[in-house]
């Protein structure tokens, strides 16, 4: 029996999955948490799969651990949580180029790619949807500067170790740029509430806001305003057209 697991390195806890697989087999799964603990403590602060092959008559098993994927590789490059929720406006990292060679070097056993240009391609595809920037640059265009040929002496070197002028650099730009979506972010929420004020303030001065209790429908009021009107006049009418009886 094979159960897929996929479990935070070096903190794997106790859970369904685990639990109706292996608790009919009479596998201990207090010892199968500790030694997949110990199997991805190298990988502590990400996702990584891990595969149990078990042998029930035996009542053993073995622990099968894979590399995390791309994006956590990438996340725990930059020490990030989760990627940006808008990608193409929002950036949160700025990744050196040597560490995407690092990254796609990891994974190019287990990806797609027929040599290590294209892993690193697919290494950056992938900063492209988590909103991570590439050399102080969009990860796009990096992208097409690889395809250029711009990049080749690093990849066909396989230069993966960043200098410390060049660390502290990318840290430095992305603190700026940082700092400016934070500052625009501001700007777009402070513009959209005064629009919405604004149309709660419009729609009150032309009385175009419902009471509380009334009618809601804008047509609603006319019919029963000329209502009243007809209801006030027929009395007068009927009033001035009665003749006055003889004596």
């Known amino acids: 029996m094979r ?14 999955t685990v639990a109706q697989a292996l608790g ?7 010892k199968v948490i500790s030694d997949v603990n110990s199997a991805t403590s190298g990988f502590k602060g990400m996702k990584v799969p891990v595969e149990l092959d078990v042998n029930t008559k035996a009542k053993t098993y ?21 990627g940006s929720g808008e990608p193409h406006r929002i950036k ?7 560490r995407v060679i690092s990254i796609a070097k990891t994974k190019l056993p287990s990806l797609l790619a027929k040599d290590l240009k294209s892993a690193v391609k697919l ?12 050399d102080s640059k969009e990860a796009k265009d990096i992208e097409k500067e690889i395809d250029s040929g711009k990049y080749h002496k690093e990849i066909s070197q396989e230069i993966t170790e960043v ?22 972010q501001k700007a777009l929420e402070e513009a959209k509430a005064a629009e919405e004020a604004a149309k709660a ?47």
């Open 3 to 16: 159960v897929k697991l996929i479990v935070d390195g070096g903190a794997m806890a106790p859970g369904p």
């Open 24 to 30: 009919p087999a009479g596998i201990n799964i207090g």
């Open 62 to 82: 073995t622990i099968k651990v894979s590399s995390p994927s791309v994006a956590e590789l990438i996340k725990k490059e930059l020490s990030l949580e989760k």
């Open 92 to 98: 949160v990292g700025n990744i050196a180029l040597e």
């Open 123 to 134: 290494v950056v595809g992938t900063c492209v949807s988590l909103g991570i920037m590439i």
């Open 163 to 184: 200098s410390a002028g060049k660390k502290k650099e990318l840290d430095e730009f992305f603190k700026i740029r940082k700092a400016k979506q934070e500052k625009e």
């Open 201 to 247: 303030a419009a729609a009150t001065a032309t009385g175009t806001a419902p009471a509380a209790g009334a009618a809601t429908t804008p047509g609603a009021v006319a019919p029963v305003a000329a209502a009243a009107g007809k209801a006030a006049v027929a009395p007068a009418a009927a009033k001035a057209e009665e003749k006055p009886k003889k004596k």
